[in-house]
């Protein structure tokens, strides 16, 4: 009997009908993104939409190393910048949980040296002027970036996390704790050294044990390993002088190298993970703590984290702070968040790679580059085309 091509694929469709494999809606989404690969603006992008419980879309576009041409992959790591920092705020949540802390304790609770600090009053060129705040920074300043901490200069990669929180604290604070907004790499990097004095053990174990081990977040990791640096990402920016992207090392690691076990594990910006383990800790939060039948952080704990806590207060265009995470407001000011719902939460990265939920929608978006110096990371014409396709398929 003579073999018909059409029937064949006729009987697949209906195969993979019975299967009940839905087509992929999001399929168009990397041709909205391509054109920047092309252009050379980024090397390369991998895209992923999820529900809460599943991958809906996975894509990849580009290259991960411009030098020898190695296409990206759907499991590349990425460093992730501040996307840590929820990951980090989740671990301070866990203590909470177990009631070894409140979000309210100060700091120097656990962290005698910051029971001298002092605030500045007055600064110019001739005189510098310190007064004594009028109460102690808590953890929950820390977390929605209300305590007047500054960042660091680091003249060491190896510091310990007790080392730099020492740095820290003995510099002046910037405003009355609690009274401004004032975004601060530094005081996520301090909650981590919190955890290591609560928990007993070092913060990387810590966030290994009761956060990255429960959700299979196999391939997030503060340190790569030989193995693991073949399927890294490399970072780039874009040369003023000749337009071209050219290889850039990673500022947050402070001169260290990214297999550098001496380095510290910083809550701040120092994870290196895949799009697929990022949506898994999302989805933990959509799913109101759980993951995989297993509880990991309490409903109301997820809910506190993940409500606007900064009030009036000016942060950045159109979103709010909640404990470790952006929260979008109801004026959604910022184009790139113009297609999330509001209560929607996530954070982005210093080299352009963005992670959110939608609650109302329960949809997981993860969106990774390394691409730095961009204009506004968050904002991204890269992530605004990649926002608005997914926006696009969701329409029936």
């Known amino acids: 009997m003579k073999f018909r091509l059409p029937h064949f694929f006729f009987a697949l469709a209906f195969l993979v009908g019975r299967l009940g494999a839905a087509p992929d809606k999001f399929a168009g989404v990397s041709e909205h993104v391509r054109p920047f690969v092309e252009q050379g603006e980024i090397s390369g992008a991998v895209m992923l939409v999820a529900s809460k419980d599943r991958v809906l879309h996975l894509s990849v576009v580009g290259q991960s190393d411009l030098a020898t041409g190695r296409k990206l992959r759907p499991d590349d790591y990425f460093w992730i910048a501040s996307m840590t920092k929820p990951m980090a705020a989740v671990c301070v949540a866990l203590l909470a949980d177990d009631g070894k802390i409140t979000f309210d304790d100060p700091v120097e609770k656990y962290l005698p040296e910051f029971k001298q600090q002092w605030l500045m009053d007055e600064q110019t060129p001739e005189r510098r002027v310190l007064v004594k705040p009028a109460r102690p920074i808590t953890l929950r300043d820390l977390l ?22 020492k740095v820290v604290a003995r510099e002046p604070l910037r405003f009355p704790p609690g009274s401004r907004w004032g975004y601060s790499t530094a005081g996520i990097d301090v909650l981590g050294r919190v955890v290591e004095v609560v928990s007993g053990t070092p913060f990387s174990t810590f966030m290994q044990k009761r956060l990255l081990d429960p959700l299979q977040m196999k391939h997030t990791a503060f340190w790569l390993t030989p193995e693991q640096q073949t399927s ?13 992207l050219e290889e850039v090392v990673i ?28 949506a898994k800790f999302y989805q933990m939060m959509l799913n109101g703590g759980e993951a995989g039948g297993r509880r990991i952080l309490k409903v109301e704990t997820v809910a506190e984290m993940t409500r606007i806590q ?67 990371a968050d904002d991204s014409v890269m992530r605004r085309a990649y926002q608005q396709a997914v926006e696009n398929a969701l329409k029936p």
């Open 310 to 376: 900064t009030g009036d207060l000016v942060t950045r265009p159109g979103i709010g702070w909640g404990l470790g995470f952006n929260v979008v407001g109801p004026s959604k000011q910022m184009e790139a968040n113009s297609t999330l719902t509001p209560g929607s939460f996530g954070h982005g990265g210093a080299h352009g790679t963005n992670s959110w939920a939608d609650p109302t929608r329960g949809l997981v978006y993860v969106f990774m580059i390394q691409r730095a110096e961009l204009p506004n």
């Open 232 to 244: 890294f990402a490399h970072n780039y920016r874009k040369n003023p002088a000749t337009g071209k």
């Open 144 to 165: 929605t970036h209300r305590s007047g901490l500054g960042e660091y200069v680091v003249t060491d990669p190896h510091w310990t996390l007790a080392e730099m929180s």
């Open 251 to 278: 500022k947050y690691l402070y001169g260290g190298a990214i297999a550098d076990r001496g380095r510290p594990a910083l809550g701040g910006a120092g994870l290196f993970s895949t799009a697929e383990d990022v």
